[in-house]
């Protein structure tokens, strides 16, 4: 694999990129092309448009990244001001290619360190701020597996479970942990736009280890449906060392 990837590195920065090769990078990667038909297009997923910068030489591209509302313009996007990309489609394609799905919408040239977040409160202001750092999620323990949380028994989970791994909870000095609501679990990949909507915190006269140790409840633009409510709050309900589900005002 290794041998491989490195023929591809040697590839895309000696030859020139077809439009075909990259159309196929970009559906490899599970995103949408805004040059194809959108049709075809997986709901939710980003939408990545290029075009061959003659002066310079080099493919550029840009990204949009629906989250879930109809105005267009207002979507976040890579870069944040609208322009193009200053990274070659190039680079771009080696990311697509890595075993791991490529994280487009971090800084490339100097990857970020991890960033603890103290309090809940920083940590909304944070993503709000930084709607892209919902592409770095990962899904630990997907909706229908088992998790334990600390008790003899293992809980089957109506729900995506995961964490953010660059945003330091300091309770455990691991990624703040979060839970999709169901109706948006399930997906190829996390669901977009995903906004703090409540939290599920351990009962620290019970588990005082536990302490902080929050898990977050996400929703795409923070919209919830009450069959959500219901389950999540029915799901903690069975572990006692939980306390009582509490939910965030819409602001």
Same mark, same amino acid.
């Not at 919209?223 to 069975?238: A, H, M, S």
């Given at each position: 694999?290794?041998?491989?990837?490195?023929?591809?590195?040697?590839?895309?920065?000696?030859?020139?990129?077809?439009?075909?090769?990259?159309? =196929?990078?970009?559906?490899?990667?599970?995103?949408?092309?805004?040059?194809?038909?959108?049709? /075809?297009?997986?709901? /939710?997923?980003?939408?990545?448009?290029?075009?061959?910068?003659?002066? !310079?030489?080099?493919?550029?591209?840009?990204?949009?990244?629906?989250?879930?509302?109809? =105005?267009?313009?207002?979507?976040?996007?890579?870069?944040?001001?609208?322009?193009?990309?200053?990274?070659?489609?190039?680079?771009?394609?080696?990311?697509?290619?890595?075993?791991?799905?490529?994280? !487009?919408?971090?800084?490339?040239?100097?990857?970020?360190?991890?960033?603890?977040?103290?309090?809940?409160?920083?940590?909304?202001?944070?993503?709000? =701020?930084?709607?892209?750092?919902?592409?770095?999620?990962?899904?630990?323990?997907?909706?229908?597996?088992?998790?334990?949380?600390?008790?003899?028994?293992?809980?089957?989970?109506?729900?995506?479970?995961?964490?953010?791994?660059?945003?330091?909870?300091?309770?455990?000095?691991?990624?703040?942990?979060?839970?999709?609501?169901?109706?948006?679990?399930?997906?190829?990949?996390?669901?977009?736009?995903?906004?703090?909507?409540?939290?599920?915190?351990?009962?620290?006269?019970?588990?005082?280890?536990?302490?902080?140790?929050?898990?977050?409840?996400?929703?795409?633009?923070?919209?919830?449906?009450?069959?959500?409510?219901?389950?999540?709050?029915?799901?903690?309900?069975?572990?006692?060392?939980?306390?009582?589900?509490?939910?965030?005002?819409?602001?």
């Amino acid at each position: 694999m290794q041998k491989l990837l490195e023929n591809w590195r040697k590839f895309v920065l000696s030859e020139s990129l077809t439009r075909s090769e990259i159309e =196929d990078a970009i559906s490899d990667a599970s995103f949408n092309s805004a040059k194809s038909s959108q049709h /075809r297009w997986s709901p /939710r997923q980003p939408i990545i448009d290029y075009y061959f910068d003659e002066r !310079l030489g080099k493919w550029k591209f840009q990204a949009a990244i629906p989250d879930g509302t109809d =105005d267009a313009d207002k979507w976040p996007r890579v870069p944040k001001d609208g322009t193009w990309s200053d990274q070659d489609i190039g680079e771009f394609l080696i990311q697509v290619r890595e075993p791991i799905q490529m994280n !487009l919408f971090k800084e490339q040239s100097s990857p970020r360190e991890s960033m603890t977040m103290p309090n809940i409160k920083e940590l909304r202001t944070f993503l709000e =701020d930084n709607p892209e750092e919902n592409f770095t999620i990962n899904i630990d323990n997907p909706v229908h597996s088992y998790k334990k949380f600390g008790q003899d028994k293992s809980y089957q989970l109506p729900f995506d479970y995961g964490e953010w791994p660059e945003l330091i909870n300091p309770a455990d000095d691991m990624g703040w942990d979060l839970i999709i609501v169901p109706s948006a679990s399930g997906g190829s990949s996390p669901a977009q736009n995903l906004k703090i909507i409540g939290v599920v915190k351990y009962d620290g006269e019970i588990v005082p280890k536990k302490k902080g140790n929050d898990k977050m409840i996400v929703a795409p633009a923070g919209n919830i449906l009450d069959g959500d409510k219901k389950t999540i709050q029915t799901f903690f309900e069975k572990i006692n060392d939980f306390k009582k589900v509490e939910w965030f005002s819409k602001e």
